[in-house]
């Protein structure tokens, strides 16, 4: 028997066994007080049902583009059961023009090998004819208002150049489904999770959290995020506990449902990107109710660098209601492994060092798309078992204790390279390392992240890819295309970044021209890329600084607009 | 008390100057023009609530219906609730 039968036996026989418990419910507008709730035994025998209804071949991809919905949770998991590898898209916020996100979508797909994509009937008729694999329709429980977002009309884009032979859609015999790594309009960069790796993962995360079966975990974040399916998701499943899912959305405008599901529900896990913390005790003296957290063994601050104030405040703010400041706990993760990397100890306050205590090399933090601007550095606790992390510097040397350099990882659960038409690309590995593009230092065995390599921002918990952004910049009538610089800035009252675009104009522009400018650019990023900048500079010609190489420095020209735009009130 | 639509209007008004850095006319589209982005929604949230000494439930709300004053006064009459 294979390791991916062997897994889906064991997760069929403990979700069988397991009529008695709620194992999840899923929190879905309007009414959300009233949860689908499936114990063990309905969720596999509705899974199971749900995906049977799609026909494709053993071990086919199927994309999963559907909003937050019982439907979705079930249908992920089904496809898995039923011996198919299942991916989940994310779906486009209500700010997207549906047109062009639709169009982008079909560019989006092209390069990966798809026996079936499921998705909203309206959403499915239009794509059918652009993508060269089926594309079927399933109507969701309230999913109408989310389906009629999008016209009634096919979709003119056609993949021109697609080549995938019916045997070349399998990943490999132990995949178990997909997690995703792109762009927002670029192509996807498929992470194939297979069953070795994620019981890896699951021994070790859940050692380390010492994770039982009456652990219940309230979460937000989507299954597109390796937090949402992995931490969130899938980790209950397999060791017999529960979760409760709450739409990102819904979460967004109402953050206090969380903390109504966390009273609830008695959740003792619950895992947060950074700004989530921040965000939580803005809203705290706002909040309509009053609830017990003291149940929550950890608050895991995770897929964002860890900023101290945001888990003071977090703690200061809800003390009153049970959050202890041992609760709140950190981890690094991605989904090239999984999802863990390094988790801080359970009932222990985060530890962190002086910013002025670290050596950081001068070549390295240049090169920084940005760092964490706190007098401290938080760490995101020590490596998982079976995990081992390095710090490289530039020269390629290991750097020593509290030197800082790029973060490699090495463990059971890390992937082999992205997968798309061609097969597994092995680049990204040395000698069985992973180059994270993530800057950072150890002291005394645990991981500090001070920020990324790479010029990707995060937003909120999401990566936006800079590239993405300056190429529909580029496209704006007026913008000199190529001089466009996309890049984060802090956001000090979230603990997040904000997106900041820099474009030169052809000529010199008068104020209403630069003004319209503005307004196109903000309008088009926003409809294609779903993220509303929060700075749009409008700059002459020769603003922009490039290397003596010609190469934009994304760096460099946030400093300058720092100094100049933003203090000028830009 | 809850306030007056016309202090709502110039409180909207305010709030989302403030927020945006410029001065914003009523047509102008916050929202759906990519002038704020959702985070900003909540600030803009913060700052109605303190300016008008309200409540804003937003169970059931989306940023659209912050995209423009007038939006922004209809939503507060509609959710809104004076701070006792």
């Known amino acids: ?570 | 008390m809850r306030p007056d639509l016309e202090a709502i209007r110039n409180a909207a008004r305010a709030a989302a100057s403030e927020l945006t850095g410029k001065s914003i006319k009523d047509s102008q589209k916050l929202v759906s023009s990519g002038l704020i982005d959702s985070l900003a929604v909540l600030k803009l949230i913060s700052l109605l609530e303190r300016k008008l000494n309200i409540v804003i439930r937003p169970e059931m709300l989306q940023p659209e219906d912050f995209d423009d004053v007038a939006l922004i006064v209809e939503t507060i009459e509609r959710v809104g609730k004076s701070v006792k």
């Open chain 1, 1 to 570: 028997m294979s390791s991916r039968s062997e897994l889906c036996q064991r997760l069929r026989e403990g979700l069988a066994a397991n009529d008695k418990k709620a194992v999840l419910q899923v929190v879905v507008g309007p009414d959300f007080h009233n949860p689908a709730e499936f114990n063990g035994a309905s969720l596999l025998s509705e899974a199971e049902n749900l995906a049977s209804r799609f026909r494709t071949p053993e071990r086919g991809v199927v994309l999963l583009l559907l909003p937050h919905s019982a439907e979705l949770f079930l249908l992920q998991l089904g496809l898995v059961l039923t011996g198919r590898i299942p991916g989940v898209l994310a779906w486009p916020t209500s700010r997207v023009d549906p047109e062009k996100y639709q169009r982008n979508l079909v560019h989006q797909l092209g390069n990966l090998p798809v026996g079936l994509l499921v998705t909203l009937p309206r959403l499915a008729g239009n794509l059918e004819r652009a993508l060269p694999y089926p594309v079927a329709g399933l109507a969701i429980e309230n999913g109408s208002s989310f389906d009629e977002i999008f016209p009634t009309a096919e979709v003119s884009e056609r993949l021109e150049k697609y080549h995938m032979s019916p045997g070349e859609s399998h990943p490999s015999d132990d995949a178990l489904f997909l997690q995703f790594s792109g762009g927002t309009t670029g192509a996807q960069k498929a992470i194939v999770v297979t069953a070795p790796m994620l019981t890896a993962q699951f021994d070790s995360l859940g050692r380390a959290l010492q994770f039982g079966e009456k652990e219940c975990v309230a979460s937000w974040l989507p299954l597109y995020h390796d937090m949402g399916l992995i931490a969130c998701y899938w980790m209950p499943l397999w060791r017999g506990a529960s979760s409760i899912q709450i739409g990102a959305n819904d979460w967004v405008m109402n953050p206090e449902l969380l903390l109504r599901y966390v009273d609830r529900g008695k959740a003792t896990f619950c895992w947060l990107p950074n700004f989530a913390f921040s965000y939580l005790s803005q809203r705290r003296e706002l909040m309509q109710g009053s609830y017990r957290l003291d149940t929550v063994r950890a608050w895991i601050n995770c897929s964002e660098p860890v900023r101290a104030r945001s888990v003071t405040e977090f703690a200061r703010a809800f003390e009153d209601w049970g959050v202890r400041k041992e609760s709140v706990q950190a981890s690094y993760a991605m989904a090239e492994t999984v999802f863990a990397i390094t988790q801080s100890r359970l009932d222990r306050e985060l530890l962190s060092v002086p910013r002025a205590a670290v050596q950081r090399g001068k070549q390295n933090s240049s090169s920084l798309a940005f760092d964490v601007i706190d007098d401290v550095y938080v760490s995101s606790g020590r490596m998982l078992a079976d995990t081992e992390v390095k710090i490289v510097g530039q020269d390629g040397s290991v750097c020593r204790e509290a030197c800082a350099g790029e973060i490699y990882v090495r463990t059971a659960s890390l992937f082999s390279g992205y997968w798309g038409a061609q097969g597994f690309q092995e680049h990204s590995l040395k000698d069985g390392w992973h180059a994270t593009g993530d800057y950072g230092f150890l002291v005394n065995a645990d991981l500090y992240v001070i920020g990324r390599f790479k010029d990707i921002l995060i937003v909120g918990g999401n990566n936006i890819f800079p590239e993405d952004v300056e190429a529909v910049v580029n496209t704006v009538e007026g913008v000199y295309p190529g001089r466009v610089a996309a890049f984060g800035v802090e956001d000090k009252d979230y603990g997040t970044q904000s997106l900041a675009i820099v474009a030169e104009t052809k000529v010199d522009q008068n104020e209403e021209d630069s003004s319209r400018i503005e307004s196109t650019i903000r309008k088009l990023v926003l409809t294609n890329i779903g993220i509303a900048p929060r700075y749009v500079a409008v700059v002459p010609q020769r603003w922009i600084v490039k290397s003596t190489a010609g190469k934009i420095s994304r760096r460099e020209n946030r400093d300058r607009f720092l100094k100049e735009e933003l203090a000028a009130g830009g």
